[in-house]
Protein backbone atom coordinates (compact mmCIF):
# COMPACT_ATOMS: atom_id res chain seq x y z
CA UNK A 1 0.00 0.00 0.00
CA UNK A 2 0.96 3.61 -0.71
CA UNK A 3 -1.02 6.04 1.16
CA UNK A 4 -4.21 4.68 0.42
CA UNK A 5 -3.53 3.45 -2.93
CA UNK A 6 -2.59 -0.57 -3.66
CA UNK A 7 -0.08 -0.69 -6.17
CA UNK A 8 0.16 -4.43 -7.42
CA UNK A 9 3.08 -5.18 -9.80
CA UNK A 10 2.11 -7.19 -12.81
CA UNK A 11 5.69 -9.21 -13.13
CA UNK A 12 7.82 -8.38 -15.56
CA UNK A 13 6.93 -4.29 -15.59
CA UNK A 14 3.68 -2.20 -15.09
CA UNK A 15 1.56 -2.63 -11.66
CA UNK A 16 -2.02 -2.56 -11.02
CA UNK A 17 -3.20 0.84 -9.26
CA UNK A 18 -5.91 0.23 -7.09
CA UNK A 19 -8.33 3.08 -4.54
CA UNK A 20 -7.58 6.33 -6.55
CA UNK A 21 -10.46 8.04 -8.62
CA UNK A 22 -8.49 9.50 -11.25
CA UNK A 23 -10.81 12.76 -11.58
CA UNK A 24 -9.93 13.14 -7.64
CA UNK A 25 -6.00 12.43 -7.29
CA UNK A 26 -4.62 14.15 -3.95
CA UNK A 27 -1.51 15.79 -4.41
CA UNK A 28 -0.45 12.79 -1.88
CA UNK A 29 -1.38 10.28 -4.41
CA UNK A 30 -0.07 12.05 -7.27
CA UNK A 31 3.25 11.84 -5.65
CA UNK A 32 2.81 7.80 -4.69
CA UNK A 33 1.96 7.72 -8.70
CA UNK A 34 4.93 9.62 -9.70
CA UNK A 35 7.26 7.54 -7.66
CA UNK A 36 4.95 3.65 -9.06
CA UNK A 37 5.33 5.18 -12.63
CA UNK A 38 9.04 5.77 -12.48
CA UNK A 39 9.41 2.19 -10.92
CA UNK A 40 6.97 -0.04 -12.71
CA UNK A 41 6.77 1.66 -15.97
CA UNK A 42 3.60 0.99 -17.15
CA UNK A 43 0.20 1.86 -14.81
CA UNK A 44 -2.89 0.42 -14.97
CA UNK A 45 -6.61 1.87 -13.62
CA UNK A 46 -9.55 0.29 -13.77
CA UNK A 47 -13.64 1.10 -13.71
CA UNK A 48 -12.45 4.81 -14.30
CA UNK A 49 -14.87 5.25 -17.50
CA UNK A 50 -13.38 8.82 -17.52
CA UNK A 51 -15.25 11.90 -19.57
CA UNK A 52 -12.92 13.06 -21.83
CA UNK A 53 -12.18 16.36 -20.01
CA UNK A 54 -11.47 14.34 -17.31
CA UNK A 55 -8.88 12.40 -19.81
CA UNK A 56 -7.21 15.39 -20.36
CA UNK A 57 -7.37 16.86 -16.94
CA UNK A 58 -5.47 13.74 -15.90
CA UNK A 59 -3.46 13.41 -18.33
CA UNK A 60 -2.29 17.36 -17.70
CA UNK A 61 -0.97 16.05 -14.54
CA UNK A 62 1.74 15.40 -16.20
CA UNK A 63 2.78 17.86 -18.78
CA UNK A 64 1.72 19.36 -21.97
CA UNK A 65 -0.50 17.55 -24.58
CA UNK A 66 1.41 16.26 -27.30
CA UNK A 67 -1.77 16.81 -30.27
CA UNK A 68 -0.39 13.38 -32.40
CA UNK A 69 -0.08 14.20 -36.26
CA UNK A 70 -0.98 10.99 -37.90
CA UNK A 71 -4.27 9.85 -35.87
CA UNK A 72 -7.48 10.78 -36.52
CA UNK A 73 -9.44 12.80 -33.21
CA UNK A 74 -12.34 11.85 -30.97
CA UNK A 75 -15.45 14.40 -32.44
CA UNK A 76 -14.98 17.62 -30.32
CA UNK A 77 -11.67 16.51 -28.62
CA UNK A 78 -8.81 17.66 -31.57
CA UNK A 79 -6.41 16.45 -28.13
CA UNK A 80 -7.43 13.12 -28.13
CA UNK A 81 -6.33 10.48 -30.41
CA UNK A 82 -8.65 7.77 -31.62
CA UNK A 83 -7.78 4.38 -32.02
CA UNK A 84 -10.75 2.14 -33.29
CA UNK A 85 -11.06 -1.39 -35.40
CA UNK A 86 -14.55 -1.68 -36.63
CA UNK A 87 -16.06 -5.19 -37.18
CA UNK A 88 -15.05 -4.92 -41.21
CA UNK A 89 -11.73 -4.03 -40.82
CA UNK A 90 -8.78 -6.12 -40.98
CA UNK A 91 -5.77 -4.48 -39.70
CA UNK A 92 -5.29 -2.33 -36.13
CA UNK A 93 -2.99 0.74 -35.32
CA UNK A 94 -0.15 -0.27 -33.37
CA UNK A 95 -0.01 -4.28 -33.74
CA UNK A 96 3.26 -4.62 -33.92
CA UNK A 97 5.77 -3.96 -31.41
CA UNK A 98 6.93 -0.59 -30.97
CA UNK A 99 7.45 2.44 -28.87
CA UNK A 100 5.33 6.06 -29.95
CA UNK A 101 7.41 8.61 -31.35
CA UNK A 102 11.05 7.74 -31.34
CA UNK A 103 11.38 9.55 -34.70
CA UNK A 104 10.83 12.77 -32.65
CA UNK A 105 14.12 14.65 -31.70
CA UNK A 106 12.28 14.87 -28.12
CA UNK A 107 10.33 11.73 -27.98
CA UNK A 108 6.55 11.95 -26.06
CA UNK A 109 6.99 10.65 -22.65
CA UNK A 110 4.23 8.20 -23.00
CA UNK A 111 0.42 7.44 -23.75
CA UNK A 112 -2.84 7.38 -21.73
CA UNK A 113 -5.07 4.98 -22.90
CA UNK A 114 -8.73 4.49 -22.03
CA UNK A 115 -10.75 1.42 -23.09
CA UNK A 116 -14.14 2.94 -24.48
CA UNK A 117 -15.15 -0.39 -26.16
CA UNK A 118 -13.75 -3.74 -25.96
CA UNK A 119 -14.27 -6.89 -27.58
CA UNK A 120 -15.95 -9.89 -25.96
CA UNK A 121 -12.60 -12.01 -26.51
CA UNK A 122 -9.04 -10.79 -27.21
CA UNK A 123 -7.95 -7.28 -28.19
CA UNK A 124 -4.82 -7.57 -25.23
CA UNK A 125 -2.08 -5.44 -25.57
CA UNK A 126 1.88 -6.72 -24.92
CA UNK A 127 3.89 -4.36 -22.98
CA UNK A 128 7.49 -5.08 -22.58
CA UNK A 129 10.25 -3.38 -20.53
CA UNK A 130 13.80 -2.17 -22.33
CA UNK A 131 15.52 -1.16 -19.01
CA UNK A 132 14.81 -4.85 -17.51
CA UNK A 133 16.02 -6.18 -20.97
CA UNK A 134 18.88 -3.65 -20.90
CA UNK A 135 19.71 -5.46 -17.73
CA UNK A 136 20.17 -9.02 -18.88
CA UNK A 137 22.19 -8.29 -21.87
CA UNK A 138 25.93 -9.39 -20.96
CA UNK A 139 28.74 -6.62 -19.87
CA UNK A 140 30.45 -6.88 -23.15
CA UNK A 141 27.31 -6.33 -25.00
CA UNK A 142 26.09 -3.16 -22.60
CA UNK A 143 29.41 -2.02 -23.10
CA UNK A 144 29.11 -1.85 -26.91
CA UNK A 145 25.57 -0.64 -26.82
CA UNK A 146 26.53 2.27 -24.97
CA UNK A 147 28.51 3.98 -27.86
CA UNK A 148 25.98 3.75 -30.23
CA UNK A 149 23.63 5.79 -31.39
CA UNK A 150 20.40 5.14 -33.80
CA UNK A 151 18.58 7.11 -36.36
CA UNK A 152 14.47 6.73 -36.31
CA UNK A 153 12.21 7.99 -38.80
CA UNK A 154 8.25 8.57 -39.20
CA UNK A 155 8.67 8.65 -43.16
CA UNK A 156 8.28 4.82 -44.17
CA UNK A 157 5.28 3.89 -41.16
CA UNK A 158 3.00 7.09 -41.54
CA UNK A 159 4.69 8.64 -45.47
CA UNK A 160 2.33 8.52 -48.46
CA UNK A 161 4.15 5.60 -50.12
CA UNK A 162 3.85 3.50 -46.18
CA UNK A 163 2.06 0.42 -46.87
CA UNK A 164 0.60 0.66 -43.36
CA UNK A 165 -0.83 3.78 -44.23
CA UNK A 166 -3.30 1.96 -46.82
CA UNK A 167 -3.64 -0.77 -44.44
CA UNK A 168 -5.36 1.49 -42.03
CA UNK A 169 -8.51 2.67 -43.99
CA UNK A 170 -8.54 6.72 -43.44
CA UNK A 171 -8.10 6.16 -39.56
CA UNK A 172 -4.49 7.83 -39.84
CA UNK A 173 -3.73 10.32 -42.50
CA UNK A 174 -1.85 13.95 -42.38
CA UNK A 175 1.19 11.61 -44.15
CA UNK A 176 2.48 14.83 -45.40
CA UNK A 177 3.79 15.88 -42.34
CA UNK A 178 5.81 12.42 -41.76
CA UNK A 179 9.02 14.31 -42.18
CA UNK A 180 10.72 13.89 -38.96
CA UNK A 181 14.09 12.26 -38.56
CA UNK A 182 15.76 11.62 -35.18
CA UNK A 183 18.89 10.44 -33.75
CA UNK A 184 18.89 9.23 -30.16
CA UNK A 185 21.65 7.09 -28.42
CA UNK A 186 21.07 3.16 -28.43
CA UNK A 187 21.03 3.48 -24.51
CA UNK A 188 19.68 6.45 -23.23
CA UNK A 189 19.48 7.20 -19.00
CA UNK A 190 15.94 7.33 -18.48
CA UNK A 191 14.72 10.50 -17.19
CA UNK A 192 12.48 9.69 -14.25
CA UNK A 193 14.22 6.25 -13.11
CA UNK A 194 17.88 6.99 -13.85
CA UNK A 195 18.00 3.50 -15.28
CA UNK A 196 19.31 2.48 -18.84
CA UNK A 197 16.82 1.47 -21.11
CA UNK A 198 17.32 -0.21 -24.38
CA UNK A 199 16.10 2.54 -27.17
CA UNK A 200 15.36 0.98 -30.37
CA UNK A 201 12.01 -0.39 -31.70
CA UNK A 202 11.19 -2.39 -34.69
CA UNK A 203 8.53 0.65 -35.70
CA UNK A 204 10.49 3.42 -36.32
CA UNK A 205 14.35 2.40 -35.95
CA UNK A 206 15.98 2.39 -39.43
CA UNK A 207 19.84 2.08 -38.58
CA UNK A 208 22.97 2.75 -36.79
CA UNK A 209 23.90 6.44 -37.01
CA UNK A 210 27.34 5.46 -39.18
CA UNK A 211 26.06 2.14 -40.25
CA UNK A 212 24.52 0.92 -43.52
CA UNK A 213 20.43 -0.33 -43.46
CA UNK A 214 22.34 -3.23 -44.12
CA UNK A 215 25.35 -3.77 -41.22
CA UNK A 216 23.00 -2.81 -38.92
CA UNK A 217 19.75 -5.44 -39.03
CA UNK A 218 21.76 -8.09 -37.35
CA UNK A 219 22.35 -6.32 -34.48
CA UNK A 220 18.53 -4.91 -34.37
CA UNK A 221 16.92 -7.69 -34.92
CA UNK A 222 19.39 -9.44 -32.08
CA UNK A 223 18.02 -6.94 -29.73
CA UNK A 224 14.35 -6.71 -31.31
CA UNK A 225 14.39 -10.62 -30.14
CA UNK A 226 16.09 -9.78 -26.65
CA UNK A 227 13.43 -7.19 -25.79
CA UNK A 228 10.42 -9.23 -27.23
CA UNK A 229 11.45 -12.22 -24.93
CA UNK A 230 8.58 -13.31 -22.52
CA UNK A 231 10.73 -12.65 -19.50
CA UNK A 232 10.60 -9.19 -20.36
CA UNK A 233 6.92 -8.55 -21.09
CA UNK A 234 3.26 -8.84 -19.73
CA UNK A 235 -0.09 -9.12 -21.41
CA UNK A 236 -2.86 -6.83 -20.79
CA UNK A 237 -5.93 -7.85 -20.83
CA UNK A 238 -8.59 -4.74 -21.19
CA UNK A 239 -11.67 -4.00 -19.18
CA UNK A 240 -14.18 -1.41 -20.49
CA UNK A 241 -13.33 1.71 -18.57
CA UNK A 242 -9.59 0.97 -17.53
CA UNK A 243 -6.87 3.08 -18.89
CA UNK A 244 -3.20 2.18 -19.25
CA UNK A 245 -0.26 4.81 -18.52
CA UNK A 246 3.10 3.55 -20.13
CA UNK A 247 6.08 5.47 -20.48
CA UNK A 248 7.40 5.66 -24.05
CA UNK A 249 11.21 5.53 -22.86
CA UNK A 250 11.35 2.49 -20.94
CA UNK A 251 8.72 0.53 -22.67
CA UNK A 252 7.23 -0.78 -25.93
CA UNK A 253 3.58 -2.11 -26.47
CA UNK A 254 1.53 -4.35 -29.18
CA UNK A 255 -1.96 -4.33 -29.84
CA UNK A 256 -3.19 -7.83 -30.46
CA UNK A 257 -5.17 -8.30 -33.20
CA UNK A 258 -7.09 -11.40 -32.74
CA UNK A 259 -10.45 -9.99 -32.77
CA UNK A 260 -11.51 -9.94 -36.52
CA UNK A 261 -15.73 -9.19 -36.58
CA UNK A 262 -16.14 -7.21 -33.39
CA UNK A 263 -15.53 -3.51 -32.66
CA UNK A 264 -12.68 -2.25 -29.78
CA UNK A 265 -12.28 1.49 -29.39
CA UNK A 266 -9.55 3.38 -27.22
CA UNK A 267 -9.02 6.58 -26.51
CA UNK A 268 -5.03 8.09 -26.20
CA UNK A 269 -4.22 11.17 -24.86
CA UNK A 270 -0.17 11.65 -24.98
CA UNK A 271 2.11 13.41 -22.95
CA UNK A 272 5.26 15.88 -23.99
CA UNK A 273 8.64 14.66 -23.00
CA UNK A 274 12.38 15.94 -22.83
CA UNK A 275 15.43 15.10 -24.79
CA UNK A 276 17.09 12.27 -23.79
CA UNK A 277 20.58 11.63 -22.71
CA UNK A 278 22.84 8.89 -22.98
CA UNK A 279 23.51 5.99 -19.82
C1 LIG B 1 -1.09 2.11 -29.73
O1 LIG B 1 -0.16 1.59 -30.33
O2 LIG B 1 -1.02 3.25 -29.27
C2 LIG B 1 -2.38 1.33 -29.54
C3 LIG B 1 -2.29 0.34 -28.45
C4 LIG B 1 -3.58 -0.42 -28.29
O3 LIG B 1 -4.56 -0.11 -28.97
O4 LIG B 1 -3.63 -1.34 -27.47
Same mark, same amino acid.
Given at each position: ???? !??????? &???? #?? $? @??DLTQVTPEQMGALEQAFAQHEVLFFENQSLAPE?????????????????????????????????PEQQGNIGGYWHTDHSYD????????????????????? !??????? &???? #?? $? @???????????????RHVFGAQAEYMDAMEGRLGNAEAATQDAVHPVVIRHPL?????????????????????????????????????AEHSIRYEWSEGALAFWDNRATWHWAVNDYQGSRREMHRVTIEGVELGAA
Open positions: MSGD !LKITSKG &ALGA #LV $E @GVAHLAFAERWGEINVNRFFAHVEGHPAIAQVVKEQVPALGSMLLAREVPPTGGDT !LFASCTR &AFST #LS $E @GMQQMLLTLRAVHSSSGRPSLYVNPGFTLRFDGWTDKESAPLLDFLYQHIGR
